[in-house]
């Protein structure tokens, strides 16, 4: 049984889709736990080499829409909510 053209397309379409949403995932829990790290962080410990870079890294998170934040702060919040029990013990 032949597929048509406009059936391969929407596969190709789907598998892509699939691939994008993924990597949105990825990229989600990136945010995530990296706005989790710099709102922990004791900037006064930081080391000095590495002040350009947590600058650099707050304002990219600070530049990101509100939604997107929330998104990865819910994406990554059972995993803190777990690590602050533990840390509790």
Known sequence: MSTTPAAN???MLRAQLELL???RENLLRTVGAASVFIANL???TLPEAAWDAGDILAECLNDLPEDTL????ELVRPLVVKDLENAKD
């Open 9 to 11: 397309e929407v596969a």
């Open 21 to 23: 949403m993924t990597e």
């Open 42 to 44: 004791d900037a006064e």
């Open 70 to 73: 929330h998104d990865a702060l």
